[in-house]
């Protein structure tokens, strides 16, 4: 068995010996959906820092957290916090705790964030279900030896945004009246926002948003075989769209203004999810 691997068997039992909830989705709470705790049934709660060796994060107001409960009936595991690529992680820490939950059983995963808008149909306060991603500005999750247990070397990434899964969240947003665009999301490493020249560049290359997480994410967990649903919290017109300069308080600010919404979209959607197989 690999190095990294033990690791994942190592965290995954830790948390095992904690509970034993066995969640089927793993869901990645982004900054708006800070409240969505809340709206879980919690049965069980992992600090991260209690777990040897698991990456924390060091963003100043992020949680950092395991809540094993139900939504709608669906059996989650939630991450309150993720760790960025940008704090300083190498990738393989990056995706530690998804892979840590695909051991405990998830088999599905709703990845969520903050990005800012390129495409012309989004604005600030928007919710956008992403098609696809773009991972070609960040180092590959899967750098390194494999991880065999996990998956194949070189894994197909045609469909990592589930089809069935875009059509259930399309299905609670038309529920909820709540518009619900659709893009490509791109990543970049952050920390810093991007510059006008590089947005232009970014649209070109097809991209309808930006962002600092999520895609490295998504790659790791479709590694495993995850069936994956992502959804963008507009919070910003990207970089040399809008007026004037970027700030981290924006991006919190329209968060929080349309958190309420984005929390009962993912709430209805983990509804439907737990009534498929
Ligand atoms: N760029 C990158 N990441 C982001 C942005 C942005 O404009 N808004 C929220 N996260």
Do not use: W
């Not at 810093?192 to 970014?202: G, K, Q, R, S, V």
Request: glycine share 12%; net charge negative.
């Amino acid at each position: 068995m690999s190095a990294a691997y033990e690791r994942v068997k190592r965290c995954a039992a830790f948390v095992r010996a904690k509970t034993e909830f066995v969640p089927r989705t793993a869901l990645v709470l982004g900054s708006g959906l800070g409240g969505f705790g809340d709206r879980v049934q919690v049965q069980a709660v992992v600090e991260y820092r209690d777990i040897p060796g698991f990456p924390v994060s060091t963003v100043p107001g992020h949680q950092g957290r395991f809540l094993f409960g139900t939504v709608g009936g669906e059996p989650v595991a939630v991450m309150q916090g993720r760790v960025h690529f940008y704090e300083g992680y190498p990738m393989e820490e990056v995706v530690l705790p998804l892979r840590v939950l695909h051991e405990l059983g998830c088999t599905r995963l709703v990845l969520t964030n903050a990005a800012g808008g390129i495409g012309a149909d989004l604005e600030p306060g928007c919710l956008m279900l992403l098609t696809d991603h773009i991972a070609s500005f960040v180092p590959s999750a899967l750098l390194g030896p494999n991880l065999e247990e996990l998956g194949t070397r070189f894994p197909d990434m045609s469909h990592v945004y589930s089809q069935r899964f875009r059509a259930l969240a399309q299905e609670a947003a038309g529920e909820l009246g709540i518009p619900l665009k659709e893009g490509v999301y791109l990543q970049t490493t952050g920390p810093n926002y991007e510059t006008p020249a590089e947005i232009h560049l970014y649209r070109a290359v097809g991209a309808s948003a930006v962002g600092m997480s999520t895609a490295c994410e998504a790659m790791a967990a479709r590694h495993m075989g995850m069936e994956i649903c992502g959804i963008s919290c507009i919070t910003n017109l990207a970089a040399g769209l809008g007026n004037g300069p970027l700030s981290h308080e924006e991006v919190q600010e329209t968060a929080d203004r349309v958190g309420g919404q984005f929390q009962d979209l993912v709430e209805r959607l983990l509804q439907k999810l737990a009534a498929l197989d």
